[in-house]
């Protein structure tokens, strides 16, 4: 079995974020990066079903960005990826999810893998277009948000959460692909012996212009923080008119008494 | 020259504040107030599964063989969360580096790898008597040489981790008649070995999950072959392992000071007194300048320190110095957030309390400050001629 993880390094969302000198991006000096949160699910999911299939199974781990994003690549490879493919890209905050898609497909396509794992969505951009995008570039089977995994004679079987708490199931021949959400399982540490042999394994670095065919179909045009809103609301009256008012507030805008 | 870490540094310091942050974080505040150390040995074990215990140990030992700046780093972020869990790591990381330095092909097989898994919660580091602390040569425990054995009798104070140890690394006297330090060798002494007695336990004012007792040794008989290093070699190895060691207590401090500053910086952030947030106060703002400064410095000492042991130079009078800056800086930083929390950080609903007790310890284990200045100097003057 042929799988494929796809990873995103992410900004600490502890972190401060103003907006860059352009205003389409936020500015990248002094961040502190780690790997997407989601794609921590997606790689254990994709390291679990590796140790399940043992050797006869080959995990490739690919991530597109500048430098920095070798380090969420060897998290990957310590946590037990086997090789790793770095898509070296100076511009990857200005691309859409289009391009990210493409870019993967490009390479994905001629290396027919068996399964993919993406994460559902990043932290940063959240658009979680990518996963289903790429899967539809490919012509494979998706299933988006999942949160229970397994695969056995080439199907898989993939639970989805779906809106207020509900799940669904859902069975799809190999190839497919999965986008993984939070809770699909406990991503593990990787120790530190695997840390520094990780240094060893291989990591195939390729030129983003070697894969990348596609024109943006969305660009930002604009990057701010929301516009600071006014004092909030006042409920006034005798008590029994400003229960009343409320209730009708919380009946209308938000769904806790639904 | 290069102040940036490796990739694999970078990682290893995640890995181990996420697990700082995940598994010491709910437990860190519970294990302060005593009782139950179950939850203290159950993240040693998974600290140990991941490679915390052998940081500067080799692959073929059972350790992660990452280096003195990734000890470092370690160090500062699990003491971040927890100190009583990060002085033992310490102290575990440095029996396995002794056992490394000094011990046979077979103490090493025999050891390390079980130290490394968390086969043995702990190895306890046994050096201090009631009448030898700063000056471990005035040290009274005998090993009288039996036959094909060694017997010990003596006692030892203020052994950390030594109820749940596996092993002991322990200092006793072989000539009586030797100089000063001199006369001192060093074995291995098997937890459970007869004659082998743990005393009692300190009770201290902070760091309270991690054990620290009395050890005594009544006629406690062991091989020939638990002799570590040359006979009366011990002293000079004890004092070439404490500069490593120093490394660890130091990079400790660091965490705690860290800890204590980050938590009363995110405070005077929001507490508003005369209708203003209390950071806005310019000697707030100064305590805030100078305590993130010292803390700067005393990690810039440590990762020089740390860098001169990784490659291979000379490294104890930085690791004094390292461990002397850090660990006063710390106890400053302590005070200094405690104030800035006013009296609240007086109070046990505040971590800083507990942060300034745990840090009290650190510049008096390991070489009280007053021993590291005279290290510190001696190192100068000896230079003089
Ligand atoms: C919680 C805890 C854990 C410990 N863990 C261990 C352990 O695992 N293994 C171990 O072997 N030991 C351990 N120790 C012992 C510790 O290292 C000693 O307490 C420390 O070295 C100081 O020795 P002392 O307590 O006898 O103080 P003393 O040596 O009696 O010192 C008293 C005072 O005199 C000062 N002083 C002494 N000599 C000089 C000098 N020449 N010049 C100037 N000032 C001097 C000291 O700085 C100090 O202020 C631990 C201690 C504690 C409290």
């Given at each position: 079995m042929k799988i494929l993880v796809c990873i995103k390094q992410v900004p600490d969302l502890e972190s401060r974020f103003k907006p860059n000198a352009s205003n389409t991006w936020f500015d990248e000096a002094d961040l502190a990066y780690r790997m997407n949160e989601y794609d921590e699910y997606a790689v254990e999911q994709a390291?679990?079903?590796?140790?399940?299939?043992?050797?006869?199974?080959?995990?490739?781990?690919?991530?597109?960005?500048p430098d920095r994003v070798v380090e969420a690549i060897k998290k990957a490879l310590a946590m037990g990826c086997d090789r790793a493919v770095h898509i070296q890209d100076q511009a990857v905050s200005s691309r859409d999810p289009w391009q990210i898609a493409s870019i993967i497909s490009a390479y994905a396509r001629e290396h027919k893998f068996d399964l993919i794992f993406t994460g559902m969505q990043s932290q940063d951009r959240g658009s979680a277009q990518v996963g289903a995008m790429l899967a539809e570039l490919l012509g494979v089977s998706c299933a988006t948000t999942v949160v229970g995994f397994s695969c056995k004679d080439n199907v898989v079987t993939a639970k989805r959460e779906l809106e207020g708490g509900v799940k669904g199931v859902m069975r799809m021949k190999t190839p497919a692909l999965v986008t993984c959400q939070l809770g699909l399982n406990i991503p593990r540490y990787p120790t530190l012996p695997n840390i520094m042999k990780a240094k060893k394994k291989e990591i195939i670095a390729l030129p983003?212009?070697?894969?990348?065919?596609?024109?943006?179909?969305?660009?930002?045009?604009?990057?701010?923080?929301?516009?600071?809103?006014?004092?909030?609301?006042?409920?006034?009256?005798?008590?029994?008119?400003?229960?009343?008012?409320?209730?009708?507030?919380?009946?209308?805008?938000?769904?806790?008494?639904? | 020259m290069d102040l940036e870490l490796t990739e694999e540094q970078k990682l290893i310091q995640e890995t181990a504040r996420d697990f700082a942050n995940g598994e010491l974080e709910p437990v860190a505040a519970q294990l302060d107030?005593?009782?139950?150390?179950?939850?203290?040995?159950?993240?040693?074990?998974?600290?140990?599964?991941?490679?915390?215990?052998?940081?500067?140990?080799?692959?073929?030992?059972?350790?992660?063989?990452?280096?003195?700046?990734?000890?470092?780093?370690?160090?500062?972020?699990?003491?971040?969360?927890?100190?009583?869990?990060?002085?033992?790591?310490?102290?575990?990381?440095?029996?396995?580096?002794?056992?490394?330095?000094?011990?046979?092909?077979?103490?090493?097989?025999?050891?390390?790898?079980?130290?490394?898994?968390?086969?043995?919660?702990?190895?306890?580091?046994?050096?201090?008597?009631?009448c030898a602390g700063s000056d471990p040569s005035g040290m009274c425990t005998q090993a009288v040489k039996d036959g094909n054995h060694y017997v010990l009798n003596g006692s030892k104070i203020f052994i950390t981790s030594a109820p749940?140890?596996?092993?002991?690394?322990?200092?006793?006297?072989?000539?009586?008649?030797?100089?000063?330090?001199?006369?001192?060798?060093?074995?291995?002494?098997?937890?459970?070995?007869?004659?082998?007695?743990?005393?009692?336990?300190e009770h201290k004012m902070g760091q309270h999950a991690s054990a620290?007792?009395?050890?005594?040794?009544?006629?406690?008989?062991?091989?020939?072959?638990?002799?570590?290093?040359?006979?009366?070699?011990?002293?000079?190895?004890?004092?070439?392992?404490?500069?490593?060691?120093?490394?660890?207590?130091?990079?400790?401090?660091?965490?705690?000071?860290?800890?204590?500053m980050?938590?009363?910086?995110?405070?005077?952030?929001?507490?508003?007194?005369?209708?203003?947030?209390?950071?806005?106060?310019?000697?707030?703002?100064?305590?805030?300048?100078?305590?993130?400064?010292?803390?700067?410095?005393?990690?810039?000492?440590?990762?020089?320190?740390?860098?001169?042991?990784?490659?291979?130079?000379?490294?104890?009078?930085?690791?004094?110095?390292?461990?002397?800056?850090?660990?006063?800086?710390?106890?400053?930083?302590?005070?200094?957030?405690?104030?800035?929390?006013?009296?609240?950080?007086?109070?046990?609903?505040?971590?800083?309390?507990?942060?300034?007790?745990?840090?009290?310890?650190?510049?008096?284990?390991?070489?009280?400050?007053?021993?590291?200045?005279?290290?510190?100097?001696?190192?100068?003057?000896?230079?003089?001629?």
């Open positions: 390291v679990q079903l590796r140790e399940e299939c043992g050797d006869s199974s080959d995990l490739t781990v690919l991530s597109i960005g983003v212009a070697d894969l990348l065919k596609e024109e943006s179909l969305a660009k930002t045009t604009s990057f701010h923080p929301p516009a600071k809103k006014g004092g909030g609301l006042l409920v006034e009256g005798d008590i029994a008119d400003q229960v009343d008012k409320v209730l009708a507030l919380l009946k209308e805008k938000t769904a806790v008494l639904r | 107030q005593g009782g139950d150390r179950g939850p203290l040995l159950a993240n040693l074990k998974k600290l140990a599964e991941l490679g915390f215990m052998g940081l500067n140990v080799k692959d073929a030992h059972g350790g992660s063989e990452a280096g003195v700046v990734a000890f470092s780093l370690a160090m500062t972020e699990i003491a971040r969360v927890c100190a009583s869990t990060a002085v033992t790591v310490s102290v575990n990381n440095m029996v396995c580096e002794v056992i490394q330095a000094v011990g046979t092909e077979e103490q090493k097989k025999a050891y390390i790898p079980k130290i490394c898994s968390g086969e043995y919660a702990a190895g306890s580091f046994g050096l201090t008597e009631t749940y140890a596996g092993v002991f690394v322990v200092w006793a006297v072989t000539d009586k008649q030797a100089p000063k330090g001199k006369g001192i060798s060093c074995f291995l002494v098997e937890a459970g070995t007869p004659g082998l007695i743990i005393g009692k336990e620290t007792n009395e050890l005594i040794f009544d006629n406690c008989r062991i091989p020939e072959s638990a002799m570590m290093g040359k006979p009366n070699d011990g002293f000079r190895i004890a004092v070439a392992e404490l500069a490593g060691g120093r490394i660890g207590i130091g990079s400790l401090g660091l965490g705690v000071g860290l800890a204590a980050d938590y009363a910086t995110r405070y005077a952030n929001e507490r508003v007194q005369f209708g203003q947030k209390v950071s806005s106060f310019q000697a707030l703002q100064w305590m805030i300048a100078d305590a993130y400064t010292e803390l700067e410095a005393a990690r810039l000492l440590l990762m020089n320190a740390a860098c001169r042991k990784e490659a291979g130079k000379s490294f104890a009078k930085e690791a004094s110095m390292a461990k002397l800056f850090a660990t006063e800086s710390a106890n400053r930083a302590c005070y200094t957030a405690m104030q800035m929390l006013g009296g609240y950080g007086y109070t046990r609903d505040f971590p800083i309390e507990r942060y300034t007790r745990d840090a009290r310890i650190t510049s008096i284990y390991e070489g009280t400050s007053e021993i590291q200045r005279l290290i510190i100097s001696r190192e100068i003057l000896k230079n003089l001629g």
